[in-house]
């Protein structure tokens, strides 16, 4: 079955960096949609980055553009996300999310996002000030 686990996270001083890692397994990794997501306690989970895995074009919130950049090591199935200039409103539970539905770049290009359907257990990243 699908399986994705993130490994990375931790605690951090702002204007830090971090690197998450998501591997994937389970299915056919290229020709689908990765995306990185995160939630705060006590605020909804929001989407940070997503990456479409077949020709690796990349999509930002507007929260961490210049600061996160998503990457892809397909031999690995492995998506990344580093974090740069971290700052304490960073500080959130991050997922990693797979949307394997038809046509899932052309949501991204809209940051749709409504279709990730397959989810890892999440890692941790604190920042403090």
């Known amino acids: 079955q699908v399986q994705l686990v993130e490994s990375g996270g931790g605690s951090v001083q702002a204007g830090g960096s971090l690197r998450l890692s998501c591997v994937a397994s389970?299915?056919?990794?290229?020709?689908?949609?990765m995306g990185w997501f995160r939630q705060a306690p006590g605020k909804e989970r929001e989407g940070v980055a997503a990456i479409y895995t077949g020709d690796t074009s990349t999509y930002y919130a507007d929260t961490v553009k210049g600061r996160f950049t998503i990457s892809q090591d397909n031999a690995k199935n492995t998506v990344y996300l580093q974090m740069n200039s971290l700052r304490p409103e960073d500080t959130a539970m991050y997922y990693c999310?797979?949307?394997?539905?038809?046509?899932?770049?052309?949501?991204?290009?809209?940051?749709?996002?409504?279709?990730?359907?397959?989810w890892g257990q999440g890692t941790q990243v604190t920042v403090s000030s």
């Open positions: 389970g299915y056919t990794y290229t020709g689908n949609c």
């Open positions: 999310a797979a949307d394997r539905s038809a046509l899932c770049y052309l949501r991204l290009r809209i940051w749709d996002l409504s279709r990730f359907g397959y």
